[in-house]
């Protein structure tokens, strides 16, 4: 699910500049309806309101569309959700406890996932084809010492991503027999 750019100020916004129900705006928020209550009840906020017509996440039409229709959902701009899936492909930094974790997690892909080659591999987990080799074979030098993990749980690759590419070597697999 695709939401706006920090959601708290822009549910602030619509709070204070729309008669949006709390309904509508927590479910274009991404956020509980609760805590847009409490936002709405909040003597003084911290954060201030983000305008999400200027940011060009929504137009004027459709919050007043949604304001005479209290069953009408807003939805984010297509360009803001193209802008958002484009940049989730995308490598960012790896803390180093992951980074540590990343054998332990090619293990895992290895041992759940054997139809991914290495070099979808060691592209999924920013890697090389080389380590993923040596840990294929078991001929890393520290290979007795690896924990296996997952890497969407430690966040090292996401569950759409990984789940693209294994279709891409199922399709593959067939492909060849």
């Known amino acids: 699910m695709n939401y706006p750019y920090m959601p708290k100020s822009t549910a602030l916004w ?13 479910e274009f928020c991404g956020m509980h309806e609760l805590e847009i209550k409490n936002l709405a009840d909040a003597e003084s906020n911290k954060i201030q309101g983000l305008d999400p017509v200027l940011a060009g996440q929504i137009t004027r039409e459709q919050i007043k569309a949604a304001e005479q229709d209290p069953s ?11 802008a958002q899936n484009s940049n989730r492909s995308k490598g960012g930094y790896t803390p180093k406890l992951h980074r540590q974790n990343r054998k332990g ?9 054997p ?3 290495d070099g979808q591999i060691a592209n999924l987990m920013r890697s090389t084809k080389p380590t993923v080799l040596s840990l294929r074979t078991k001929t890393a ?22 789940k693209d590419e294994v279709t891409k070597a ?3 697999a067939q492909k060849n027999k």
């Open 115 to 117: 139809e991914l080659s």
């Open 170 to 172: 199922q399709k593959k």
């Open 141 to 162: 030098k520290d290979y007795t010492e690896i924990k296996i993990c997952n890497p969407v749980t430690l966040g090292l690759v996401s569950e759409g991503l990984l």
């Open 14 to 26: 619509l709070i204070e500049n729309t008669s949006l129900t709390f309904e509508q705006i927590a």
């Open 105 to 113: 997690s090619i293990l895992w892909l290895l041992k759940n996932y």
């Open 72 to 82: 009408m959902r807003l939805t984010l701009a297509q360009n803001i959700i193209d």
